[in-house]
């Protein structure tokens, strides 16, 4: 017959709190926490208040957590995809033949119109054509950037015009070296050159713009376990149905200067065949 004293009562509801807290525990053991890193589109500041929003709202709906982690640039921030430090990231900075060994996985990209890359200069420039640029410096987001940098530098060198590179950091830097004077042209992606446009007011004009690309890709490392992979690819994808979804959207493409709510659809990587083409005729350099 079970005990009906006060100290067997008191007995069995400490057994049922200690069993309590060890299934919370348990689960909270499970859930599981993930860097991820986006490459550097825009200055620190304005990459933290577009991504940090969306990561909060993804780790909430897929019940997995995931984790900001972005370098000083845009090299430093592939730098830990590199180095294994990393399990999710949102890049074009894996597609060479040599990183896609590593078994990085597209899971989506942003529902964004193609993007171009585009070799800009104040709308007010004297500049009008690229050989006016030989022999000037020229700015560029950083030696990672492919669609910023290395599929314009390309043009340059298919173009025989040398010019003196100069690095930003991101593309808001290198912006900013343009507007200060420092560099005559820069090297840039045409959203974020809409985007400085919105947020800065400033205008440009096109001197090249290249063939249409997808914007960049959402990605997971081989070693995120599949169920959680599928968790966070539902979460991003499902965002646009969602009425709090859309709200957080709304806000981080105000944010990055976007001209309306981007969301994110699923992808298998097919799309991103131009940038595998790039890499078999590319300069050794940008290899």
Known sequence: ??????????????VAIAAATAALCSVAQERRTYQFSPVN?????????????????????????????????????????????????FSNHLFSPEREKLGWR???RRDAPPVHGQIVVPAESP???????ANQDVGFPGPEATIAYKFTY?????????????????????????FSG?????????????GYTAREGRKFR????????????????????????????????????????????????????????VGFVASDGREYEPYRRFYQTAPPQLR
């Open 106 to 108: 597209v899971l989506a």
């Open 206 to 261: 096109v001197l090249w713009s290249s063939e249409p690309l997808h914007d960049l890709a959402l990605m997971a490392s081989s070693k995120v376990a599949e169920s959680d992979r599928k968790a966070v690819a539902a979460a991003f994808v499902g965002m646009s149905d969602d009425p709090k979804g859309r709200e957080v959207l709304a806000n981080a493409s105000k944010t990055a200067g976007l001209k309306s709510a």
């Open 127 to 133: 500049i009008t054509e690229l050989a006016q640029l």
């Open 41 to 89: 589109q825009y200055g620190i500041n304005v990459t933290a208040a577009y991504w940090n929003p969306i990561l909060s709202y993804v780790s909430a709906k897929s019940g997995v957590d995931l984790k900001l982690k972005i370098g000083r640039t845009s090299a430093d921030t592939t730098a830990y995809v590199l180095a294994n430090e990393v399990e999710f990231v």
């Open 1 to 14: 017959m079970k005990s009906r004293s006060p100290a067997g009562i008191a007995l069995r509801a400490i």
């Open 154 to 178: 390309a043009q340059l060198l298919s173009r025989n015009i040398p010019v003196n590179v100069v690095f930003g950091g991101n593309m808001d830097g290198a912006f900013a070296q343009l």
């Open 182 to 194: 420092k560099v005559k042209a820069v090297g840039a992606n045409s959203q974020l050159v809409e």
